[in-house]
């Protein structure tokens, strides 16, 4: 099962994530999942990188990816423009992270929500 950890700071904005695990939803290079939930991720990091001022502090291996926004962690700046852009792409990880526990079910992916 694949575990993913979204971070949101005191006002409720995503600034990060954690994924681990693999969905097991079919074999290595076969899994739609393991593709789908990977996709998301690395379009998330990419289009902040891309789309924002931000550089994410990001660590990936085997089964294992992290990204952290540190400048969104304790912040609250919804007025400036890179924060909503950053924090809409977070959101929408989280949206397509739903959508695939919605369409595959909670035994190939697991979505944690945690204020950190």
Partial sequence: ??????????????????????????????????????????????????????????KMQEGYLSCIVSELRNSDSASDSHYREANLLLNSLALGL??????YGTQYLHVLITQK
């Fill in 1 to 58: 099962m694949i575990t993913a950890q979204l971070f949101q700071n005191s006002v409720n904005q995503y600034y990060g994530f954690l994924i681990e695990g693999h969905a097991g939803y079919a074999e290595e290079g076969e899994d739609i999942i393991c593709s789908a939930v990977s996709a998301l991720a690395l379009n998330t990091i990419n289009s902040i990188e891309k789309f924002t001022a931000f550089q994410p502090i990001c």
């Fill in 98 to 103: 739903e959508s695939i526990v919605q369409t």
